[in-house]
Nanobody, 119 residues
Framework: QVQLVESGGDLVQPGGSLRLSCAASGRLYGIAATGWYRQAPGKQRELVASITRGGMIRYVDSVQGRFTISRDNVKNTVDLQMNSLKPEDTAVYYC?????????????WGQGTQVTVSS
């Protein structure tokens, strides 16, 4: 089992910055990739950014150049630095961890943290 706890969500003005953190615990050795997703009201949950065990990173086009995902293997955290925030970034942000198929292939989600970008 893997537990994910997100933190850092807040109300911020357009153009501002926030840093989200996902703290992971439990059976982490089998985690192949960790990502940040978001879900706005009335919309489907979408991938924002992800990082694999090997360090491969991908971003959705709408956040490229504004958001940065990073991982701390000592603290077992995956952070999302969000700069130049826009109202359309408003959503609940979730952390997701994908397990290797040879150890079960489970998918784990955190409970989410609310990000609101508004003046």
């Amino acid at each position: 089992q893997v537990q994910l706890v997100e933190s850092g969500g807040d109300l911020v003005q357009p153009g501002g910055s926030l840093r989200l953190s996902c703290a992971a615990s439990g059976r982490l050795y089998g985690i192949a990739a960790t990502g940040w997703y978001r879900q706005a009201p009335g919309k489907q949950r979408e991938l924002v950014a992800s990082i694999t065990r090997g360090g491969m990173i991908r971003y959705v086009d709408s956040v490229q150049g504004r958001f940065t995902i990073s991982r701390d293997n000592v603290k077992n955290t995956v952070d999302l630095q969000m700069n130049s925030l826009k109202p359309e970034d408003t959503a609940v942000y979730y952390c997701k961890a994908d397990e290797d198929s040879d150890v079960g292939g489970h998918v784990y989600w955190g409970q989410g943290t609310q990000v609101t970008v508004s003046s």
